[in-house]
Each structure stands twice: as structure tokens, then as C-alpha cells.
């Protein structure tokens, strides 16, 4: 039972243009939200996160919206560079007793081509 | 300041050997949680510990794994007759004491092979 889906496994765009990955989660009881980054032979690196309350987040050219309503968060990022090049994790939890329970989705290999 | 440190990052084990995996947190963090990874898959909770507590093991599969965290030295992952569908990737983290997951920092990981 996958509770947090990223139905895309790579993306390819070109250096400048605008990256979009997408996420859906299934539990409703998910109300933080996480993107990781992941190079190869590497560990995941926090991105950027976001609450259940809020609907958007912005840090520099990374912006997370989340829509409740239809359990989607997108990550974007503008413009997109070839460092950019990596796997990029959705990770929900839930708030409480188990809050350093994170769930993944599978990733998202995302290609900026120069 | 060095960042979680995990070892060894490559390990080859033969089916019915036992695997060891090593994490030590980042100064200053007491919380440590591992992960794991398979192949074409995200990361999985295994398990949460404090210095000498295991908080949280319910992503540990019941057989051959164990995990713990000793009053000195780093956080120790163990399996015990491996076999070849534990080959992945295990991941460490750690966080502060305040237990804070955002704080979550992720090691470089240990990649096990079971031949």
C-alpha cells in the first residue's frame, strides 16, 4: 500500500526552463510535506517542505504548492540547471507521537539538459 | 563539523553471513533513525533509537535484523543470515535531542550486496 506516489520516474528539461515534479498521497492524516534531493552515491538532502496549512512555499528558485483537497504537491523550479540533475524524493508524515516517521514516494529522476 | 558518517559504504556479503552497518550522528545529535532502500523503490522507516532506547522499531522486519545505539560509539544495524533480498541501500540519519525531524540529516548510506 503506497501511501505517497510520484507516478513520474524521470523528467527531462532543458536548462532555464521550468522543472514541475508531482506527488500524490493517499493518507489523510499527512499534514507536512518534504522534498528531497538525492545525487548518486549519496544521501537524500532536505530541499524545502511545507505544512498542511499553508498552500505554497517559496525558498530561492524552488516552490512547493499543495492542494488538500486533491492530496497533489507539486515542486517547481525555475529556472532549472544542470546541477539540478537529481532524484528527487516526496516525503510525507504525520505530526504527533510518530513525527520523524517520514514516508516516500519512490522518486523522480529529473534530467536538465544544457 | 562533520555530517552523519556511515560505514562501510560498500559491503558484500555471502548468503547466511552476517552484515554490520555503522552509523555515527552528526556532534550534538542523540536521535538516530535508519532506512531503507531497494532497488527502484523510496525509502522505507526501519527503526528509531536514542542512546541505549530503541523508540521506534516498527519498520524492523521481525526476523535477523536488530539494531542499537550503545552509550558510546556509533548506532550499530545488524542482519544476521543475510539473504539476497536484503541487498539495498540502508540510509542513517540523525536529528538533535529536541527530536526535531526537520533537523533529519541523511548519511551517505551503505550499500549491501548479497551474492
Known amino acids: 500500500d503506497q501511501q505517497v506516489k510520484q507516478n513520474s520516474p524521470s523528467l527531462s528539461v532543458q536548462e532555464g526552463r521550468i522543472s514541475i515534479l508531482n506527488c500524490d498521497y493517499t493518507?489523510?492524516?499527512?499534514?507536512?510535506f518534504l522534498w528531497y534531493k538525492k545525487y548518486p552515491a549519496e544521501g537524500p538532502t532536505f530541499l524545502i517542505s511545507i505544512s498542511s496549512i499553508k498552500d505554497k512555499n517559496e525558498d530561492g528558485r524552488f516552490t512547493v504548492f499543495l492542494n488538500k483537497s486533491a492530496k497533489h504537491l507539486s515542486l517547481h523550479i525555475v529556472p532549472s540547471q544542470p546541477g539540478d540533475s537529481a532524484v528527487y524524493f516526496c516525503a510525507a508524515v504525520r505530526s504527533g507521537g510518530s513525527n520523524y516517521k517520514l514516508t516516500f514516494g519512490k522518486g523522480t529522476l529529473l534530467t536538465v539538459n544544457p | 563539523n562533520a555530517g552523519v558518517m556511515q560505514n562501510p559504504r560498500h559491503l558484500v556479503r555471502r548468503r547466511g553471513q552476517e552484515a554490520r552497518l555503522r552509523c555515527s550522528p552528526m556532534?550534538?545529535?542523540?536521535?538516530v533513525y535508519w532506512y531503507r532502500q531497494l532497488p527502484e523503490e523510496g525509502l522505507k522507516f526501519m527503526v528509531y533509537?536514542?542512546?541505549?532506547?530503541?523508540?521506534?522499531e516498527s519498520g524492523m522486519p521481525k526476523e535477523r535484523f536488530s539494531a542499537e545505539f550503545p552509550k558510546e560509539g556509533p548506532s550499530i544495524l545488524r542482519i544476521q543470515q543475510v539473504v539476497r533480498g536484503d541487498s539495498a541501500a540502508y540510509f542513517c540519519a540523525s536529528s538533535p535531542p529536541t527530536g526535531d525531524w526537520l533537523g533529519y540529516t541523511f548519511g551517505s548510506g551503505t550499500r549491501l550486496t548479497v551474492v
Open positions: 533509537l536514542q542512546k541505549e532506547n530503541i523508540i521506534d
Open positions: 556532534k550534538g545529535h542523540s536521535h
Open positions: 493518507n489523510s492524516m499527512f499534514d507536512y
